[in-house]
């Protein structure tokens, strides 16, 4: 309540209006399931295309196995499949298991690198390594120095005929080239390799710069005396390294970073700009834990002119290149290729399940999910391949995780691939298995033209149910069943089934992809796995979580509130104002909104002990819409002089 304290005019701002409730989004998604490359235990990001889905977990190659057989890459299908039938936000979660034999060429961690010791004229080791377990880490590394303009210029001094040097642009900790030609256009250039440093000169009372040059001592730096001259043709080059990062996948593009120090100690702005600083262990940001491909280390001599003078060595004629202006970059560059990283063995139900770490309270699997609320439809694209053979168990495990899952967030939909190669027979025992009203079956695989062997592949049907609910949802509404939709990619079914088929398997709950003539390739069936006839159909289920997340998150206002009528009235009208709305978007069955729907906040939902303890109970009831499953024409004969 505010305070009247001295006499004069008080403004107030008021509200006259209910508070008002927003639909939440309920096209977001999250898979998963193993990748070719990404992070495995970072907080998660939401991924908008394939490009940023390759950018993070790899590119689209094959899949391969400890002990198995190259796998299609069923992540990245299934991602493509979402996106292109109308998907837009999606999350990763990718999950990963070591092998349990590495062989001689595999690491253990399934992280690809290479090493570099050397040891002239300093001891230094360069590690490289790739900073995700998987076989898409066997890149190849460029990096390439680049040699700077010229920053030595001069100032006017108390003598015209000798003017100041000065060195502009230049930052602590540079490595730079001070060289002395007779002509700026002289080739090759020779010079030496030093770090710069600042320092107060007493003798003139001026910050200037020292060098330290690579090995030894150098006529042009004994004791700053004589001072780098312009008028002598001397130049100071700053030496900067940019690094760039090949792909496996030729079809993707290469990653380029440029403008790296080469010392670690180096700064801008207060941030380390080195390469180590760049592709640290443990980058600045999550956004750069995610993206960054690699990790260099340095051991040993850890010094900018150490690692130049030790690639100068290794290489000498990396050394003449760079100072050589007509060199190009390959000239002046040096690749590293990383190898031994693998994508390890089939990760079990287990690693689909996750784990939280006690400590950096890092999760994996299904449980990263639990921290992203706007996850409505969960899928685990690629966990059934394989169902009749040696992975049944981990697949069956993996599906009721997912349905596990699903009701304990409440808001969320699981969407069940069947095995791949399933008869009828085998489609009806997985089904007979499951009872959820949060989890829908779909049979069977999608038939697509696989970009990578360029042959007819069957891939999981969940990435493309996925894109096709949020297609749904944006072009028509949540409400509406999400089938009688064309499956975009499907160039034809593992199965093709017809009406007596289907008639067996929809009463059962399993949703059927059908082929029409002349009305293409289509998905058939919008009915959950449960058992309970009011909680039949994927529309309904789907409709109440938007309904009760939606409510969930609009009426968070009324927590701690005084817990009265004022209260009451207001929960109300917010409640009976975001379901008008529904109704008026023919989302309700009714031809009147009292008929559509009721909200019921009072003593008639509260008893004493509810309010004794804190507790406001608000009653909604809304007459939900049900897809036209079976639309029935009644046609029969009568004559003109009838009555009708």
């Known amino acids: 309540m505010p305070e ?37 235990n970072l907080p998660l990001d939401v991924v ?24 299609h890459n069923y992540m990245w299908h299934a991602a493509r499949g979402f996106f292109d039938n109308g998907g837009t ?43 995700f377990p998987g076989d898409a880490g066997n ?26 040097p000065r060195a502009r642009g230049l930052f602590e900790n540079d490595v730079v080239l001070l060289s002395s030609v007779s002509s700026p256009l002289g080739s090759p250039l020779s010079g030496v390799f030093a770090t710069a440093h600042s320092f107060f000169d007493t003798a003139t009372g001026e910050q200037t710069w020292r060098f330290t040059p690579v090995s030894g001592p150098d006529k042009l730096l004994a004791g700053m005396h ?41 700064q801008l702005n207060g941030l380390a700009d080195s390469i180590e600083a760049q592709f640290a262990e443990k980058p600045n940001s999550l956004g750069e834990a995610r993206t960054l491909p690699i990790v260099i280390t340095v051991t040993g001599n850890n010094s900018g002119t150490a690692l130049l003078s030790n690639f100068f060595g290794a290489l000498t004629t990396l050394k003449d290149s760079l100072l050589d202006p007509k060199s190009s970059d390959v000239d002046r560059s040096i690749d590293i290729v990383l190898a031994g990283g693998n994508d390890g063995q089939r990760p079990p139900a287990d690693a689909y399940e996750g784990t939280t770490d006690d400590v950096s309270l890092a999760k994996t699997g299904l449980m990263s999910f639990e921290d992203i609320d706007e996850i409505s439809i969960v899928a685990a694209p690629g966990s059934t391949f394989g ?23 409440r808001y ?26 949060y989890a829908a079956l779909y049979y069977p695989w999608i038939t697509v033209l696989d970009p990578v062997t360029r042959k007819e592949i069957n891939l999981p049907p969940s990435g493309y149910v996925a894109g096709i609910y949020a297609r749904n949802d944006i072009q028509r509404a949540v409400y509406k069943a999400p089938a009688n939709e064309v499956v975009s990619l499907a160039i034809n079914f593992e199965k093709v089934l017809n009406k007596a088929q289907q008639d067996i398997l ?66 109300r009208r917010t409640v009976s104002d975001f379901l008008l709305n529904e109704f008026q978007n023919g989302a309700l069955l009714g031809d009147k909104p009292e008929k559509a729907y009721f909200v019921r906040c009072d003593r008639s939902t509260m008893t004493q002990n509810d309010l004794d303890n804190g507790r406001l109970v608000c009653l909604v009831g809304v007459a939900a819409l049900r897809p036209a499953e079976f639309v029935i024409f009644r046609i029969g004969q009568w004559t003109a002089d009838s009555n009708k």
């Not at 060429?105 to 080791?125: C, K």
Request: hydrophobic residues 35%; negative net charge.
């Open 387 to 409: 169902y009749n053979g040696g992975y049944k168990d981990d697949a069956s495990t993996i599906l009721t995780l997912l349905i596990a899952h699903a009701e304990r967030m």
């Open 89 to 131: 936000r999606l999350y990763i979660s990718r999950v990963f298991t070591p092998m349990k034999s590495p062989g001689p060429n595999d690491e253990p961690d399934g992280r690809a690198r290479a090493s570099m010791t050397l040891s002239s004229p300093v001891a230094q080791t360069v590690d490289v390594i790739a900073r």
């Open 226 to 266: 004589p001072s780098p001259d312009p008028l002598a043709s001397d130049q100071i080059r700053v030496v900067t390294a940019t690094v760039s990062v090949f792909p496996v996948d030729p079809n993707l593009s290469s990653l380029v970073y440029s403008g790296l120090a080469l010392d670690p100690d180096h």
């Open 506 to 571: 929809n009463p059962l709950g399993i949703n059927c992809f059908r082929f029409f003539e002349d009305r293409g390739l289509r998905l058939w069936g919008a009915r959950t796995i449960s058992s309970d006839p009011e909680w039949k159909y994927v529309n309904l289920r789907r409709y109440f979580a938007y309904l009760e997340h939606s409510i969930d998150k609009g009426t968070q206002w009324a927590v701690f509130e005084p817990n009265g009528d004022l209260l009451w009235a207001n929960v």
């Open 48 to 71: 908008t295309s394939i490009g940023e889905f390759e950018r993070t977990y790899g590119d689209r190659q094959q899949m391969q196995f400890e002990g198995s057989s190259p796998t």
């Open 4 to 40: 009247y304290l001295a006499p004069g005019v008080y403004v107030e701002e008021v509200s006259f209006r209910a508070k008002s409730i927003e639909g939440l989004s309920t096209t977001t998604t999250g898979f998963v399931g193993p990748t070719r490359y990404g992070p495995v």
């Open 139 to 164: 890149m190849r590394v460029r990096i390439t120095l680049v040699l700077g303009e010229n920053v030595l210029g001069q100032d006017k001094g108390p003598d015209p005929a000798h003017p100041i």
């Open 412 to 437: 969320r939909i699981a969407v069940l691939d069947s095995g791949d190669d399933q008869s009828i027979a085998d489609v009806r025992a997985l089904r007979a298995k499951l009872d959820s009203t």
